[in-house]
T-cell receptor, first 114, second 119 residues
Framework: EDKVVQSPLSLVVHEGDTVTLNCSYE??????LLWYKQEKKAPTFLFML????IEKKSGRLSSILDKKELFSILNITATQTGDSAVYLC??????????????FGKGTRLHILP | GAVVSQHPSWVICKSGTSVKIECRSL??????MFWYRQFPKQSLMLMAT?????????EQGVEKDKFLINHASLTLSTLTVTSAHPEDSSFYIC???????????????FGEGSRLTVL
């Protein structure tokens, strides 16, 4: 069964701390892994990862994929209160057949204390 | 728990036909569901908010007569793409809002998406 598991489910840290969010997956035909930040109803795209070992970076956020161990991490350094959100990990299945899917994890709810 | 199912996961249709996509919350009730359209390497675009027992609320720029939404029960919302054209080809995703108190209340649970290809 295809699945995406995120950990932790919830995390509370102080402003300025660094956090690491985890996403592990088991899918039949991996295509890409996506990270989103969800504050309201529509998640905002952060990163798309398709290759192992290549770090993607955007400001204080960075992410890397390990296709051998089937996981990805999302790092946020020098956290700010505006980083408080639910961070979603999703995996796209390669469209080799009719089962083109995107599978979301349950998300990590991050709360940054001032 | 908190599983959301979409059907069909993949559909091809001819231009001018209508296609219905279902979104079901399998083990919880959801008075609010959301429909999104995913563009490659971009955010999920919110199309509309589906409210059980009332009319859907559409985002600006989304044609309500083209994308008909019906939320007839607490576990089912449907999106019908009417008179589909090739530019409607996309990946459509739904989510359902788990109601109740924190920590899980208010969380969104996503379906696996439905890929529509219009020839």
């Amino acid at each position: 069964e295809d699945k995406v598991v995120q950990s932790p489910l919830s995390l509370v840290v102080h402003e300025g701390d660094t956090v690491t969010l985890n996403c592990s997956y088991e899918v039949t035909n991996f295509r890409s892994l996506l990270w989103y930040k969800q504050e309201k109803k529509a998640p905002t795209f952060l990163f798309m990862l398709t290759s192992s070992g290549i770090e993607k970076k955007s400001g204080r956020l960075s992410s890397i994929l390990d296709k051998k161990e089937l996981f990805s991490i999302l790092n946020i350094t020098a956290t700010q209160t505006g980083d408080s959100a639910v961070y979603l990990c999703a995996v796209e299945n390669y469209p080799m057949n009719r089962d083109d899917k995107i599978i979301f994890g349950k998300g990590t709810r991050l709360h940054i204390l001032p | 728990g908190a599983v959301v199912s979409q059907h069909p996961s993949w559909v091809i249709c001819k231009s001018g036909t209508s296609v219905k996509i279902e979104c079901r919350s399998l083990d919880f009730q959801a008075t609010t569901m959301f429909w999104y359209r995913q563009f490659p390497k971009q955010s999920l675009m919110l199309m509309a908010t589906s409210n059980e027992g009332s009319k859907a609320t559409y985002e600006q720029g989304v044609e309500k007569d083209k994308f008909l939404i019906n939320h007839a029960s607490l576990t089912l919302s449907t999106l019908t793409v009417t008179s589909a054209h090739p530019e409607d080809s996309s990946f459509y995703i739904c989510s359902a809002c788990l109601e109740g108190p924190l920590p899980r209340g208010g969380e969104l649970f996503f379906g696996e998406g439905s890929r529509l290809t219009v020839l």
